[in-house]
């Protein structure tokens, strides 16, 4: 069975941290791309980040030079740093490969 399980989103201020982890089981994660995409209140979800499986990684504009992805195969965990945080990055992330995602996790960047 296929799961993609998320964790790490929270509260946090503007300018702050976090971390997000996702850990995957029942297929092999080095046979596939996985990516981050977020959905904030109203809008539709968006693709963040993406490491390939030769892990080439492309970010959307509005997150270049703040987030970084990584994945560890042998770990089956992908993993999105987030530094400077602003309001609008809240919204829902999760975890996806092809076919599949994670439940999601919440972030807000509220004072």
């Known amino acids: 069975q296929v799961q993609l399980v998320e964790s790490g989103g929270g509260l946090v201020q503007p300018g702050g941290s976090l971390r997000l982890s996702c850990v995957v089981s029942g297929f092999r994660l080095d046979y596939f791309a996985v990516g981050w995409f977020r959905q904030a209140p109203g809008k539709e979800r968006e693709g963040v980040a993406c490491?390939?499986?030769?892990?080439?990684?492309y970010y959307i504009d509005s997150v270049k030079g703040r987030f970084v992805i990584s994945r560890d195969n042998g770990k089956r965990t992908v993993d999105l740093r987030m530094d400077s945080l602003k309001p609008e990055d809240t919204g829902v992330y999760y975890c996806?490969?092809?076919?599949?995602w994670g439940q999601g996790t919440q972030v807000t960047v509220a004072s």
């Open positions: 996806h490969t092809q076919p599949y």
């Open positions: 490491a390939t499986r030769a892990d080439s990684k």
